[in-house]
């Protein structure tokens, strides 16, 4: 593929980083001078110091040659624009920007929904075939992190039962000290190991490997069994009946929206007897509108959530959960760690990137949604050709687990699963068949056929490869 990135900043960086080791044709444009001699000293791939907006230097650089045009400065409206520009002389190119205001963002949503004649002959509107907003993607991680007896890393798949869950293994539990492949024996319920998590480092299972306690495993398993799984791994189930958020900007009023509408055992969690939800926001401002927002709903205060005497009148450290979802990445982690240590003993906090996220589960944070990495995985998910629909990269990114869709006269058609196996390359979680409603965990001997649907985790250096065999 032949893709042009406009905007060299981290984002920017990263979509190329990923899209070089892939050996794809990449050009980055940016008009601030550090980004590109950056750029051009760490990437192998065309780094162009102009404005991305100038239809003239798209064109010398080969635009009409690319396959996919990618909007990411910080100004949402010369991402909006140049995808505009572009669409306008080469509809064919796919086009996707990042637009950080909200409100542009969901009243397009609205507007092509409500004006299907915007989007006839194929032609999105503003011509922009996909829309990423940061604020939406993490407000939805958080949430999706969220449910009623647990709090943890979570990823969940359409029409599926099965979700990944980041559990932690305990000393002298069940798991500890037990070989991968006697783990079965433990339990009749069905999983698997996606992933582990040693020493920093985050692996591909194989049946000889031992599990030990400090490990971290993603196990694939349905979530009316997890109480099951903790026990096995050393964990208990929590009661999650008091939540406080801290910050109520963009991604916190987002994420406050959502867990109204959210089930947390029987009823929606604003509705269970005896729940408590309350808002923490220091600016006075921000803190009035969500009062007026969420009257009724939530007790929103204007305060400093590390203050000891507010902490004490307000009983924080007696809450079952905090939520940090300010913009200040580093002050989420640090605060979120200072509230644990008083008693709360559930977080999840916003960070910038997977690297910070490491650091806050160091600290014992359960949860940390990298920001800027929720964004890079959305816009991959978009550029890996139709037959993908989603990627979701692993503690940094070493291990990409991905949606895809098996095509017509693939490498794999017609082959059973033991026959494509590569151990250390790639493992495929679950599938979907074709004629099937919904994903179910494969046997060795089940033979893979057109249209079916994959779940595979697969290092991020072998990912493009291992995807062709299936596309």
Known sequence: MKIFIIGAGFTGIQLAKRFVDGRNDVVLIDNNKDAVAYAENRLDCGAILADGNNLAVLEDAGIADADALVCVTADDEVNMITCSLVDSVYPKILKIARVR??????????????????????????????????????????????????????????????????????????????????LWKLTDKKFLVAYIERGGVTSLPYGETIVNAGDVLGLLLERQHLEEFLNLCGSKIKNISKIALVGAGRIGTLVAERLGEKQ????????????????????????????????????????????????????????????CSTSNYEQNIVTAAYIESLGVENSIVLVASDAYGAIAHRLGIDV????????????????????????????????????????????????????????????????????????????????????????????????????????
């Open 101 to 182: 205001n909200y409100a542009y963002y969901i009243n397009t949503a609205e507007a092509a929904k409500k004006h299907s004649s915007f989007t006839k002959n194929n032609r999105p509107l503003y011509g922009i075939d996909f829309m990423v907003n940061p604020d939406f993607e993490a407000a939805q991680a958080i949430v999706n992190s969220i449910e009623k007896n647990s709090i943890m890393d979570s990823l969940k798949f359409d029409n599926s039962p099965y979700e990944i869950l980041r559990i932690n293994v305990v000393a002298d539990s069940p798991f500890d000290g037990t070989a991968l492949k006697n």
């Open 368 to 471: 940390a949604i990298p920001v800027r990495d929720t964004v890079v995985d959305s816009i991959m998910s978009h550029l890996r050709g139709s037959s993908v629909s989603g990627i979701h990269t692993v503690n940094g990114g070493f291990l990409e687990i991905v949606e895809v869709k098996v095509g017509e006269n693939s490498k794999v058609e017609g082959k059973k699963l033991m026959e494509i196996s590569d151990p250390g390359k790639f493992l495929i979680l679950m599938g979907h068949k074709k004629d099937e409603e919904s994903y179910a965990k494969l046997s060795g001997a089940s033979v893979l056929n057109a249209g079916d649907k994959l779940v595979v985790i697969t290092t991020k250096t072998d990912s493009q490869h291992v995807l062709e065999r299936f596309e």
């Open 264 to 323: 947390l055992g029987e009823k929606k969690f604003f509705r269970r007897q005896r729940a408590k939800f309350v808002i923490i926001e220091s600016d006075a401002e921000r803190a009035s509108v969500a009062e007026e927002k969420f009257a009724g709903v939530a007790k929103v205060f204007n305060a400093d959530v590390t203050e000891e005497g507010f902490i004490e009148e307000e009983e924080i450290d007696d809450f079952d959960l905090l939520i």
